[in-house]
């Protein structure tokens, strides 16, 4: 089982970036996917997450309307989609997959992560 989280980099105040977490080993579709990241001296903190039940999508009030996060089940790749994005999200983040299928914001009921992918936000 592996989730390779990919796309970080630098982007500008305002800019966009994408995110992608891409599965092996197992079929993501049949589990919620969520989105963490780690500021350095900061913890760990939940972003995101999209069920795989209803497909329906969860967001810190942080991201909330900023962010997307979406899936695509062929690809065995869930995506997060970060816009307007802040020198505050400047992060390390990591996808991670939930036990079941329905989404929690609490990092230990997470069985799978990958390795983060750093995003920084600057000019």
């Known amino acids: 089982v592996q989730l390779q989280a990919s796309g970080g980099g630098l982007v500008q105040p305002g800019g966009s970036r994408r995110l992608s977490c891409a599965a092996s080993?197992?079929?993501?579709?049949?589990?919620?996917i969520g989105w963490f990241r780690q500021a350095p001296g900061k913890e760990r903190e939940w972003v995101s997450c999209i069920s795989s039940s209803d497909g329906r999508t969860y967001y810190a009030d942080s991201v909330k309307g900023r962010f997307t996060i979406s899936r695509h089940n062929a690809k065995n790749t869930v995506y997060l989609q970060m816009n307007s994005l802040k020198p505050e999200d400047t992060a390390e983040y990591y996808c991670?997959?939930?036990?079941?299928?329905?989404?929690?914001?609490?990092?230990?009921?997470?069985?799978?992560w990958g390795q983060g992918t750093q995003v920084t936000v600057s000019s």
């Open positions: 080993g197992f079929t993501p579709g049949y589990y919620a």
């Open positions: 991670a997959a939930e036990g079941s299928s329905w989404c929690t914001t609490r990092e230990y009921e997470y069985a799978y």
